[in-house]
């Protein structure tokens, strides 16, 4: 399918879903506004079907612009009254224009000598400057070609992670839902598109780079289809400078320079997505103007996560965009996130960074469509005092928080007695101050417990916890306890900080997929001992530099797929004939490195899943040199690769 009628259907597909769900839940008493939705609804499907079957022509180009924007504000339209941003007046005075300017857009591609039926599907005409698409996305299959555009809306050779970019098609209404985000965002990940990539402990891509073939021609086609803007300081393209007189800018990408005057469009009012990347040594005076916030009406996405020295202005004016979905800003002179955030009341992200901790007021978790917390946060002083009923009573029925990474415990009441009212939660994380207090973490251990056994009665949902006491003992780790007849679980679970035992919860768990222990203090032997128990445990990750001999048996960690050892002090690694039936990815990064055994060194003749193995770059060479030999005549002939430090 041609890239712009791919465009087009991809905003259609989910402005009939938003048009579905309008008519359910909120025009059923209202038969004339309902009437006019669904005349909208059907002409789009019909629109969209007519330009799918008879094929784009070079004709075509006008139209299917002028009906991607009018898709646009059909969901502008939707979005602002769901957000009741606009009147029920305001909003069928608006639905009947769209519906007029619908009828006109039918007539005009009537106009258009489509095939009779019968004739079959009309041949594209390729105009003679047609872009050659990469064979990366040839091989792709069915895929959101929005959503691969969007890639293009980071600078090249800048890492995208991969779950907020999920996040932010949510926002933007490029997918329909998570379920849909998340199959797009394995047919990318799957694919040959990204050169770099960056995984997780339990193999998923976590952050991504596409090929520089595929960077090219995806900005090239963003920029024909005007999809993304971009601005840095330079005069502004051609092509792009064409396609700004008949369009309107929906999403525009910033790179200020550290000098030069930023060539920003004029109109910015149905931008939805703004993400500003200073270059170098810009400042913030570079790019003041675009932190004016009083030009965009109808923002969903704002990244700011790279800007310094944000003012309270600027947060103050942040406040206002009632659209906003996800919203990503550098706190770095501002501790706090003030009262006044409860008008962002559509907020879905939160992502708090550039200071080692914001406070935050109980508007926050009061948002009633919040989901996803990032950042180090804690309860302000004026709302750790009284948690009031109000506030427990909302997260207990009504909030729909599932992720909450992190917040901080220290002497003070707040996140550890609330953590217990949170019944959405998947995934936290929870940093310990060196004056917790025994209150708090009684509290914490209290919330562990039930989040854990809660698992198991959830099991297709994914649970994440991780927990750092560095500054703290973590003694208070063996007051978590799992019901003996109703053992909990969890997916991932990561434990930073010196630990006396290996902790008898994590032993007793009915399942553990992914553990991370980070600088314990454990020895081997008592990581092996604990484990003896735990079912399911596919990905293990030590980070430990005093964990002794590790010597892996053919009996041992059976069912594990990925181990990653880090280690700064010396190691000493014993692998026998025959370990690891499951193993599919071994990482030991450690420059002093010792391999006990003989020749070759880390046997993996009979690891019959096994695809790559890490070293640290340092390493003995003839223990590089015996595992590439290894590795050529292994079944996988598994990737052989040096890394430098730590991952």
């Known amino acids: 399918m041609e890239f712009g009628v791919a465009a087009f259907s991809a905003v259609a597909g989910v402005v009939v879903s938003k048009l579905c769900v309008l008519m359910e839940k909120k025009l059923k008493k209202e038969p004339e506004i309902r009437a006019n939705v669904r005349f909208i609804k059907d002409d789009l499907e019909a629109i969209q079907a007519a330009i799918e079957l008879h094929g784009p022509n070079r004709e075509h180009t006008v139209l299917i612009a002028q009906l991607r924007r009018l898709a646009y504000d059909i969901e502008d339209c939707i979005d602002c009254f769901d957000a009741n941003k606009t009147t029920r007046t305001d909003f069928a005075n608006q639905i009947v224009d769209l519906k007029n300017r619908s009828i006109e857009t039918t007539e005009r591609i009537h106009r258009f000598r489509f095939p009779a039926e019968g004739e079959g599907r009309r041949t594209a005409q390729v105009p003679e400057a047609a872009l050659v698409v990469p064979i990366e996305l040839q091989n792709l299959g069915d895929y959101n070609l929005n959503c691969l555009l969007y890639l293009c809306l980071f600078p090249r050779n800048h890492p995208v992670r991969t779950k907020p970019l999920a996040r932010r098609w949510l ?71 064409t396609s700004l007189q008949g369009q309107v800018a929906r999403r525009l990408s910033v790179h200020p320079p550290a000098s030069g005057q930023l060539n920003l469009p004029q109109d910015l009012s149905r931008l939805r997505t703004l993400a500003v990347f200073p270059v170098g040594a810009a400042n913030i005076a570079s790019y003041e103007a675009v932190l004016d916030f009083t030009k965009y009406e109808l923002l969903r996405v704002l990244d700011l996560e790279e800007c310094a020295h944000m003012s309270k202005d600027h947060i103050q004016a942040i406040y206002k965009q009632k659209l906003m979905k996800y919203l990503s800003i550098n706190l770095d002179s ?56 109000r506030l427990k009573r909302f997260l207990r029925d009504k909030s729909v928080l599932e992720t909450l990474a992190g917040f901080v415990t220290s002497g003070s009441p707040g996140f550890p007695q609330l953590m217990m009212r949170m019944r959405r939660l998947r995934k936290v994380k929870i940093w310990f101050k060196s004056d917790s207090s025994q209150k708090n973490l009684d509290a914490i251990s209290l919330a562990v417990t039930k989040f854990i056994r809660d698992g198991t009665n959830e099991p297709d949902l994914n649970r994440s916890l991780s927990m750092d006491f560095r500054q703290c003992s973590g003694e208070f780790i063996n007051t978590i306890r799992c019901d003996a007849n109703k053992k909990g679980r969890l997916d991932s679970l990561k434990l930073r900080g010196e630990l006396s035992k290996f902790p008898q919860f994590v032993a007793q768990l009915r399942a553990v997929e992914e553990l991370c222990l980070w600088s314990t203090g454990l020895s081997w032997t008592d990581i092996l001992d604990g484990l003896s128990t735990v079912r399911g445990l596919k990905y293990l990750k030590l980070v430990e530099d005093n964990i002794g001999r590790i010597e892996i048996l053919p009996d041992h960690l059976i069912s594990v797929e990925r181990i990653c050892v880090q280690c700064e002090q010396r190691l000493e690694l014993t692998v026998v004939a ?63 690769s040096l890394t430098e430090g730590t991952q």
Not at 180 to 197: C, G, H, P, R, Y
Not at 612 to 628: G, K, M, R, W, Y
Request: with cysteine.
């Open 171 to 241: 926002a933007e209404g490029l997918v329909l839902g998570e379920q849909d985000a998340l199959e797009n965002m394995k047919i990318l990940t799957n694919s040959s598109i990204f050169d770099s990539v960056r995984r997780s402990n339990n193999g998923e891509v976590r952050r991504c780079q596409p090929t520089d073939v595929l960077f090219r021609y995806i900005c090239q086609q963003s920029t024909s289809e005007n999809f993304i803007l971009f601005c840095d300081g330079a005069a502004q393209p051609s092509q792009q400078r």
């Open 334 to 389: 501002i501790p706090s996130i003030t009262s006044k955030i409860k008008h962002l009341d559509q907020l879905e992200t939160l992502h708090l960074s550039g200071t080692e901790t914001v406070t935050v007021f109980k508007e926050v978790l009061l948002l009633p469509r919040l989901k996803h917390l990032f950042g180090r946060v804690e309860l302000s002083k004026t709302d750790n005092t009284i948690l009031g009923w």
């Open 578 to 640: 025959r370990p690891l039936p499951k193993l599919v990815s071994l990482h030991i990064i450690c420059q002093d490195l010792h391999v006990i055994t003989g020749p070759p060194c880390i046997d993996i003749t009979h690891m019959d899943q096994l695809k790559e193995v890490a070293l640290h770059s340092q390493v003995d060479p003839t223990i590089i040199a015996n595992l590439q030999q290894a590795a050529s005549s292994h079944r996988n002939t598994p990737v052989v």
